[in-house]
């Protein structure tokens, strides 16, 4: 039988989602592996598996609606608040900054659930953490498909993920000798 783990990284690799090579992470660190999630969500039923193996580890938080950070958590999100059967809405950027727009609202004390496809540092999940506690709302909790941060995400909410695998990030100025000759890369979140 196959173990969850082993189910999930066949999903990222048949869909291309996990690349090798040499890519600028947003944070400006680099890495020798890229989680490009947008390939994977391309196959909805690929979606769906990984959310239905994610779900069990989701059961136990009580929430309203789910709350994803645009790009990258949108069709995650989005299928996390369908097997749940919770309200949806999204915080997108703009001047590359998180912002809640399109008329959506958060009640006071509404729960959120907030969704991304990765955490490397945690960046955009602390930006939305950030919206809700200024609309009034309450974090339940977060649940994302890949913690690649290696602990190193922190959170005032508990982390939720369906896949931990870290990979050594590097500083542009401090890369070890495989990385220098391979132009790097920004696939995009």
Avoid: W
Avoid at 24 to 45: H, K, M, N, P, T
Avoid at 81 to 91: E, L, P, T
Wanted: net charge negative; hydrophobic share 40%.
């Amino acid at each position: 039988m196959q173990s969850t783990q082993d189910e999930v990284l066949d999903i990222f690799k048949r869909t291309k989602a996990l690349l090798q090579g040499h890519f600028i992470l947003r944070s400006g660190l680099r890495s020798e592996y890229f989680f490009q999630c947008a390939q994977v969500c391309q196959y909805i039923g690929e979606v769906s598996r990984l959310i239905e193996l994610l779900k069990p580890k989701l059961e136990s938080v009580e929430f309203d609606t789910v709350l994803a950070p645009a790009m990258g958590g949108l069709v995650v999100g989005q299928e996390v608040a369908r097997q749940f059967d919770k309200r949806y809405i999204f915080v997108e950027k703009v001047d590359d900054k998180l912002e809640l727009r399109r008329g959506f609202k958060i009640a006071e004390g509404e729960k959120i659930l907030i969704v991304e496809d990765v955490v490397t540092r945690g960046g955009r999940v602390n930006e939305a953490i950030e919206i809700v506690k200024q609309n009034g709302g309450v974090v339940a909790g977060i649940g994302v498909l890949v913690d690649r941060s290696q602990g190193n995400a922190s959170f005032e909410s508990p982390l939720y993920s369906l896949l931990e695998m870290g990979f050594p990030t590097y500083d542009p100025e401090n890369l070890p000798d495989h990385l220098k000759d391979i132009p790097a890369i920004k696939p995009g979140s």
